[in-house]
C-alpha cells in the first residue's frame, strides 16, 4: 500500500499539470492552451474573457496574414532595425544590450519585427482601402466631438532641412555628422505651414524636438529624414490644428477598420471552446 499511494500522487500530479497546459479553445485547427490564456492575463492586466478575445484575434490575423503569402525580406528587417536604432539614438549594438537586459534574443526581436512588417503590409493591401478620404465636414465634426484631444498649442510654421539620399547608410552618417557634406546625400532648407503638410508628416516632425532629426523614412524611392530647426505656434481653433485632426481621425478609424475586418472573420471561422 506504501509503494501504491506514491504512484497515485504522481499520476494526480502529472494530471493536473496536463490539465493546467491543456488545449482551451480551437481556432480553425490552431489551439489557444490554458497557459497562454493565464499568461495573457497576468501580462497585460486583462480579464479571462478579453485574453481570450484577443488570443483569438491574434490567431485569426495570422492565419489571413499566412494566407496572403506576405513575404519580408532580411533587408527590410534590417532597415526597420537601422530606423528604430536611428530614431533612439543608439547603435546597434546598444539595442542588442538593451534587448538582452530584457530576456530577448536578437533573432527573437527580428522575428517579431518581421511579424509587425507583415502586419502592415497586410493592413495597406486588405484593410485600408476600406477607409475613405475624410471631408472637411468630416473632420471639424470630429474635431467639435472631441476638443478634449487637441488641448495644446497647435504648431503652425515649422522651419526644417530636408536630408535625403538613395543610401540609407550615407542618410545615417550625414545625421550623426550634420555639419559634413556627405556625398550622396541632399539637403534642402524647407519653411512649412503644419496646414501644407501630409498629416502623418506632420504627426512625426511635431514629436521631433527642435534641434533633432526624425527617423528616417523610405519613401519607396530612397531614404529621407529631416532636422527640425523650430517651431513657433500662432491661431487657434479648426483650421490651425486641422492637420492633427486629421491624424486623429485617421488613426480611429484604422482601429475600427481593422476591428471590422476581423469581426468578419470570427462570424466565419470554426472557433471550438474546450475548456475554460
Same mark, same amino acid.
Given at each position: 500500500?506504501?509503494?501504491?499511494?506514491?504512484?497515485?500522487?504522481?499520476?494526480?500530479?502529472?494530471?493536473h499539470a496536463q490539465i493546467i497546459d491543456a488545449i482551451?479553445?480551437?481556432?480553425?485547427?490552431?489551439?489557444?492552451?490554458?497557459?497562454?490564456?493565464?499568461?495573457?492575463?497576468?501580462?497585460?492586466?486583462?480579464?479571462?474573457?478579453?485574453?481570450?478575445?484577443?488570443?483569438?484575434?491574434?490567431?485569426?490575423?495570422?492565419?489571413?496574414?499566412?494566407?496572403?503569402?506576405?513575404?519580408?525580406?532580411?533587408?527590410?528587417?534590417?532597415?526597420?532595425?537601422?530606423?528604430?536604432?536611428?530614431?533612439?539614438?543608439?547603435?546597434?549594438?546598444?539595442?542588442?544590450?538593451?534587448?538582452?537586459?530584457?530576456?530577448?534574443?536578437?533573432?527573437?526581436?527580428?522575428?517579431?519585427?518581421?511579424?509587425?512588417?507583415?502586419?502592415?503590409?497586410?493592413?495597406?493591401? /486588405?484593410?485600408?482601402?476600406?477607409? #475613405?478620404?475624410? %471631408?472637411?465636414?468630416?473632420?471639424?465634426? &470630429? +474635431?467639435?466631438?472631441? =476638443?478634449?484631444?487637441?488641448?495644446?498649442?497647435?504648431?503652425?510654421?515649422?522651419?526644417?532641412?530636408?536630408?535625403?539620399?538613395?543610401?540609407?547608410?550615407?542618410?545615417?552618417?550625414?545625421?550623426?555628422?550634420?555639419?559634413?557634406?556627405?556625398?550622396?546625400?541632399?539637403?534642402?532648407?524647407?519653411?512649412?505651414?503644419?496646414?501644407?503638410?501630409?498629416?502623418?508628416?506632420?504627426?512625426?516632425?511635431?514629436?521631433?524636438? /527642435?534641434?533633432?532629426?526624425?527617423? #528616417?523614412?523610405? %519613401?519607396?524611392?530612397?531614404?529621407?529624414? &529631416? +532636422?527640425?530647426?523650430? =517651431?513657433?505656434?500662432?491661431?487657434?481653433?479648426?483650421?490651425?490644428?486641422?492637420?492633427?485632426?486629421?491624424?486623429?481621425?485617421?488613426?480611429?478609424?484604422?482601429?475600427?477598420?481593422?476591428?471590422?475586418?476581423?469581426?468578419?472573420?470570427?462570424?466565419?471561422?470554426?472557433?471550438?471552446?474546450?475548456?475554460?
Open positions: 500500500m506504501k509503494n501504491i499511494i506514491p504512484i497515485l500522487l504522481f499520476s494526480l500530479i502529472n494530471l482551451a479553445i480551437d481556432v480553425n485547427g490552431e489551439p489557444i492552451t490554458t497557459l497562454e490564456i493565464q499568461a495573457v492575463q497576468a501580462k497585460l492586466h486583462m480579464s479571462k474573457k478579453a485574453a481570450v478575445e484577443a488570443l483569438i484575434r491574434d490567431r485569426l490575423e495570422k492565419s489571413a496574414i499566412e494566407k496572403a503569402n506576405i513575404e519580408v525580406t532580411p533587408q527590410e528587417i534590417d532597415e526597420k532595425i537601422k530606423q528604430i536604432a536611428s530614431a533612439r539614438r543608439l547603435s546597434i549594438d546598444e539595442m542588442k544590450k538593451a534587448l538582452a537586459k530584457n530576456g530577448l534574443t536578437w533573432e527573437a526581436y527580428k522575428k517579431q519585427l518581421a511579424t509587425e512588417i507583415k502586419k502592415e503590409k497586410f493592413f495597406m493591401r /486588405n484593410i485600408a482601402s476600406s477607409i #475613405p478620404r475624410p %471631408t472637411d465636414e468630416d473632420l471639424k465634426l &470630429y +474635431y467639435e466631438t472631441h =476638443k478634449d484631444k487637441f488641448q495644446s498649442s497647435p504648431v503652425s510654421q515649422i522651419s526644417m532641412i530636408e536630408y535625403s539620399s538613395n543610401s540609407s547608410q550615407k542618410l545615417l552618417e550625414a545625421m550623426q555628422n550634420p555639419m559634413r557634406q556627405i556625398e550622396g546625400v541632399t539637403q534642402k532648407s524647407i519653411l512649412a505651414s503644419s496646414n501644407e503638410m501630409n498629416p502623418m508628416l506632420y504627426s512625426l516632425i511635431n514629436s521631433t524636438p /527642435n534641434g533633432s532629426f526624425t527617423k #528616417p523614412i523610405n %519613401t519607396g524611392r530612397g531614404f529621407v529624414a &529631416y +532636422y527640425v530647426k523650430s =517651431k513657433s505656434s500662432q491661431g487657434s481653433g479648426f483650421e490651425s490644428i486641422k492637420n492633427q485632426v486629421a491624424m486623429a481621425w485617421m488613426q480611429e478609424e484604422r482601429m475600427k477598420a481593422s476591428k471590422n475586418f476581423l469581426d468578419k472573420l470570427k462570424n466565419s471561422a470554426d472557433i471550438r471552446v474546450i475548456r475554460l
